[in-house]
C-alpha cells in the first residue's frame, strides 16, 4: 500500500486523487462483488488523506514507521541463525 499511496501522492493531482478514494471507498462498500473488495474502503481513505494536511501528515508519518518496521524484521530475519529440524 505504502507504493501505491506515495505514487499517487507524486503523479494524481489532488482533486481527482479525492475522487478516486471516493469511488475506492464506494467500491468497498460494494465488497461483497468479486472484483471489488472491503480492502478498497482504507485504501480510498489514505488516498483521500493525501489532501487532508493534518492527516497527511499522519499517514505518510504511519506509513513511514511501517516500512521501517518491516525492513528491520527483515534484517532481523536475514541474519537470525538457522534452526535445526530435529
Do not use: C, N, Q, Y
Not at 481527482?16 to 469511488?23: D, E, F, I, K, M
Amino acid at each position: 500500500m505504502t507504493g501505491g499511496v506515495r505514487w499517487g501522492d507524486r503523479h494524481v493531482p489532488a482533486g481527482v486523487r479525492s475522487l478516486l478514494g471516493l469511488v475506492a471507498i464506494a467500491g468497498g462498500v460494494l465488497g461483497f462483488l468479486p472484483v471489488l473488495g472491503f480492502r478498497m474502503v482504507p485504501l480510498g481513505a489514505a488516498v483521500v488523506a493525501l489532501d487532508i494536511p493534518p492527516l497527511r501528515r499522519r499517514l505518510l508519518d504511519r506509513l513511514e514507521r511501517r516500512r521501517r518496521r518491516s525492513a528491520a524484521r527483515r534484517i532481523k530475519d536475514e541474519t537470525a541463525a538457522p534452526r535445526s529440524g530435529h
